[in-house]
């Protein structure tokens, strides 16, 4: 088990994963549980990358300019063949934490639906270097990312050990929200938080456990929007 973790930021891994466990692809959630939340930030007309695939956000939801990108080639080649007549969607083979292939600006929004936690437990379990491959993921995120973009990032991970991470990596505006990680495509009667609406949060996480309770059984969605400012400095000159 502790071979397999470390072993989640190498592309080896990923290779041999897909290859023996062929299938859908989509981390966490699927796309139309995710929907209310991404079309009340995401524009359709944006251009989007997304850095754990979401071939639903076309399908289903209208979307006309989606890159996806993956560390395996196995997975990619694979979704450019299930795909090869749908050309809204796109595939590369990229390291989320190196995207020079992209110019700066080019997306509106960046999805990340587990790529961050798999480098954090990645790294994590195997050496001390987890913060400063997670701080480059994020910077080049921030990077591709235009003026006021957003990036949604879909995790287990609680505020407690994401917020802090985010805030220091560059200059975001961050709002948070929580789906149960159970959620179907049919909607609750009871849901445990209205996916919309957004969780109060200040600037140590402490009032999302006074509004959620402890270790409430959800994904947490950040929407982390691009901001322009004095700080920002940080983000270009560490990104590149």
């Known amino acids: 088990m502790t071979t397999s973790t470390q072993a989640y930021g190498e592309p080896w891994y990923w290779d041999n994963r897909y290859s023996n466990e062929p299938g859908p692809f989509d981390w966490y959630q699927k796309y139309l549980t995710l929907a209310p939340i991404i079309n009340l930030y995401v524009p359709p007309s944006h251009p989007v990358l997304v850095v754990a695939f979401s071939e639903g956000m076309v399908v289903d939801g209208g979307y006309t300019d989606v890159v996806n990108i993956d560390i395996s080639s196995v997975v990619i080649e694979a979704m450019k063949t299930k795909h090869q007549d749908c050309p809204q969607l796109k595939f590369m083979k990229m390291d989320v934490r190196d995207m020079n292939d992209f110019q700066s600006g080019s997306f509106g929004a960046v999805i990340d639906k587990g ?3 798999s480098i954090l437990v990645s790294v994590a379990m ?6 400063q491959n997670a701080t480059k993921m994020l910077e080049e995120i921030w ?3 235009k003026d ?4 949604v990032l879909v995790t287990y991970g609680a505020p407690l050990y994401r917020l802090r991470l985010l805030q220091e990596s560059c200059s975001w505006t961050i709002k948070l929200h929580v789906i149960e990680k159970l959620a179907s495509e049919e909607k609750s009667d009871n849901p445990f938080w209205e996916l919309t609406k957004p ?3 200040n600037d140590d996480g402490s009032s999302v456990e006074e509004a959620l309770g402890q270790n409430p059984d959800v994904h947490y969605i950040y929407i982390c929007t691009k901001e322009i400012s004095a700080n920002s400095h940080k983000c270009m000159t560490g990104a590149v």
């Open 199 to 201: 969780v109060p949060l």
């Open 143 to 145: 990077r591709v990312l």
């Open 115 to 117: 790529t961050l936690d």
């Open 126 to 131: 195997c050496g001390n270097n987890s913060r």
């Open 148 to 151: 006021k973009g957003v990036y």
